[in-house]
């Protein structure tokens, strides 16, 4: 069994810019929608404005997801963190491998389920960041285990 410590990674002034701008933006424009079309009142610049803050603001008041252990050995893929498991996928269970690019609002990563797309979503996955060292080879060990499931 190999563990490898995913630290939380923090996000540059840069990234969080831009995440806060672009959720600012249309959390006005949605206000904008439902106070003009939907209510067909006259927009007011204090309600403008009062949204604009708290778009602004909200996203420090989010905490920041705490690092984890990831466990691989031949049989299955875990997160353990502060000493339980959190999630884990057999080799044989697996159904939905994706390497995701990174945008402003995710990191690359590598996307390992036992559910299919849409599941995934909702019922939750492992996620392997691009940044930690041995990715390539985690990567190939879980291509490894889908190509041959019955080993």
């Not at 701008?21 to 959390?27: C, G, K, Q, V």
């Not at 927009?43 to 949204?51: K, P, R, T, Y």
């Not at 778009?55 to 893929?77: C, R, Y």
Request: positive net charge.
């Amino acid at each position: 069994m190999r563990a490898y410590y995913i630290s939380p990674e923090v996000d540059s002034v840069r990234r969080r810019l831009l995440r806060t701008l672009f959720f600012t933006a249309f959390s006005v424009a949605v206000f904008v929608l439902i106070d003009r079309v939907l209510l067909r009142r006259q927009i007011e610049l204090v309600d403008l404005a009062v949204v604009a803050i708290i778009s602004v603001a909200s996203p420090f008041w989010s905490k920041p997801q705490p690092g984890f252990d990831l466990e691989v050995d031949d049989t299955e893929i875990r997160i353990v963190r502060e000493g339980s498991i959190k999630r884990k996928v057999l080799w044989e269970r697996i159904r939905y491998v994706r390497e995701r690019s990174g945008s402003i609002f995710r990191r690359p990563m590598l996307i390992i389920s036992e559910h299919g797309s849409a599941a995934t979503r909702f019922l939750g996955c492992i996620a392997v960041p691009k940044s930690l060292p041995e990715y390539e080879q985690i990567k190939t060990q879980v291509l490894g285990w889908l190509e041959n499931p019955g080993r």
